[in-house]
């Protein structure tokens, strides 16, 4: 595939506001709707993808350049690839490189199968098998899988709880120790952005009067006669 | 599980003001068309997140209705409408008929009972509309009932129900859109359901009903403020990140105030009152 940035047009400097502007610009332009009557009306579908799937590329790309916990490819994700997942540094398959050598001999087989659910998005199913180990077996290891596959699917709460746990347990890993910043590094982002903001309070105040009146109508009702 | 999905009108500009005002006019004006009056009662600003959030990913447009107020007559109003306005109408009467229910059997309610025999046959025509998100709340209703009576510990297992239903109504078409609009509605979905859990917490362990943070506040009760802010953040520090992977350039102010601030709203008058009570004790 060509450069997403190429694609679209843009510098790999460019801002999110830029990139958007010019995915909506060229997504007009290709769209097939707009290109019925054109000469190759397959040409124009096949850029529109293109395009389509640059965006997508870059925005997830950026977002894992300044905060972790991120979406994976969701080209081969499963069913919960959707829930932002594991994509820090280059994403689960890059780190279990350096490890994967001295542990995966002692690994038990349900941790492997673990490992290799979660490289492909099957959240899910990683944790069905990280579940199957019983509780005495439970390394750091352990932790920070059931931690990455846990993010992916949705359960961030979960998530953050054995990321501590596996650093607890294993206080000289870097790899356990930088999955549980980059989950803790979305919080302060949020928090930077809200930042601008001045405290919202006056919003209750402002409650539409039919809603409010109504809702008081009904539950002053709830003072039934017997 | 209405009620959590504010602006913060302070912090918005004049024209974002007249737009967040007139899509909300728009949601009421379409709700009284489709559903009638009694529908026109269910209005509410959750709904209207919905609407500007699918119009500026989509870019829809609007229709712009001049009509009067009854509650503030003497002005004329502007509504938009657009596709968004009529979905998220319907989806209002789906979740709002659910609510009702739902009161009428916990507390035995009955004018909530009346008012859900009334919207019996639009929430007819809408699961006839669109069958998978009806079928979603469903689902939803029949699981959140089953967990709440196992007393479940897990946050993520509980709110993830809310989670997920919300993620099938965000999904609103079946298209490049969908998985990220479901993420979006998932953590906004976990974000509602803690934060409700939240503020019934004292209501909850003095009539000793279930709460999910029940055992939480136990276990820790002087770490519990910074934990569950913690966690109500990491949820909306989840949403945040998919609105801002999606290309949405139309009305991106507003949504952000509502994703970074309007959405405190709730949490700021709980803790105001907290501090007002803790006063005068």
């Known amino acids: 595939m060509r450069n997403p940035y190429e694609v679209l047009g843009v510098s790999p400097g460019a801002t999110d506001e830029e990139i958007k502007k010019a995915y909506r610009k060229l997504s007009r332009q290709y769209h097939p709707d707009a290109n019925v009557n054109s000469p190759h009306p397959e040409i124009a579908e096949e850029k529109f993808k293109e395009v389509q799937q640059a965006y997508t590329q870059i925005m997830k790309e950026k977002q894992q350049g300044y905060a972790g916990g991120y979406q994976n490819g969701s080209a081969q994700s499963g069913p919960y690839g959707a829930y932002g997942s594991y994509g820090g540094f280059g994403g689960f398959g890059d ?122 109508f009904l539950n002053c009702c709830c003072f039934r006669p017997f | 599980m209405f009620g959590y999905i504010y602006v913060n009108r302070k912090e918005l500009s004049e024209e974002d003001r007249k737009d967040y005002q007139s899509y909300y006019c728009g949601l009421c004006q379409v709700l009284k068309k489709s559903s009638g009056m009694k529908a026109q009662m269910l209005l509410n600003y959750d709904m209207t997140f919905l609407i500007i959030l699918l119009s500026g990913l989509y870019e829809l447009e609007n ?8 509650l503030h007559p003497g002005k004329k109003k502007i509504a938009y409408i657009n596709e968004a306005t009529q979905y998220a109408s319907d989806m209002n009467v789906v979740l709002s ?17 009346v008012m859900s025999l009334m919207l019996k046959k639009d929430y007819a025509r809408i699961s006839r509309k669109y069958p998978r998100q009806v079928e979603a709340v469903e689902a939803y209703m029949r699981k959140l009932n089953m967990l709440e009576n196992k007393r479940e510990t897990n946050l993520d297992a509980i709110a993830g129900l809310t989670g997920e239903m ?40 003095r009539k000793k009903e279930y709460n999910p943070f029940e055992s939480m506040v136990k276990n820790d009760p002087r770490d519990f403020d910074t934990l569950s802010k913690l966690i109500l953040t990491s949820m909306m520090s989840e949403c945040s990140k998919s609105f801002e992977r999606l290309p949405i350039l139309q009305h991106a102010s507003i949504i952000r105030n509502i994703l970074y601030s309007g959405v405190w709203s709730k949490y700021e008058y709980i803790q105001a009152k907290k501090k007002k009570r803790r006063k005068s004790q």
């Open chain 2, 97 to 113: 008929y659910h609510n009702l229910l739902d009161d009428w059997q916990d507390e035995k309610n009955y004018p909530k009972h």
């Open chain 1, 95 to 216: 780190f279990t490189g350096q490890s994967e050598q001295r542990s995966q001999q002692n690994d038990p087989v349900n941790m492997q199968a673990a490992m290799n659910y979660i490289r492909n998005g099957y959240y899910k199913e990683a944790l069905h098998a990280l579940n199957d180990i019983p509780m005495g077996q439970r390394s750091a290891r352990w932790y920070f899988f059931s931690a990455v596959a846990n993010q992916g699917a949705g359960n961030n709460v979960v998530a953050q709880e054995h990321a501590q746990q596996a650093v607890a347990m294993e206080p000289s890993n870097m790899e356990y120790r930088q999955f549980l910043q980059n989950l803790q590094f979305g919080g302060t982002w949020y928090q930077n952005m809200g930042s601008s903001y001045q405290r919202p309070v006056s919003g209750l105040s402002r409650m539409c009067a039919i809603w409010c009146g109504f809702m008081m």
């Open chain 2, 166 to 205: 919300l993620g099938e109504i965000f999904a609103w078409k079946d298209d490049i859109w969908s998985e990220e609009l479901h993420c979006l509605g998932f953590y906004m979905g976990k974000f509602i359901y803690l934060m409700d859990a939240y503020e019934d917490l004292e209501k909850d362990m």
């Open chain 2, 63 to 70: 229709k712009e209705e001049e009509f009067f107020c009854p």
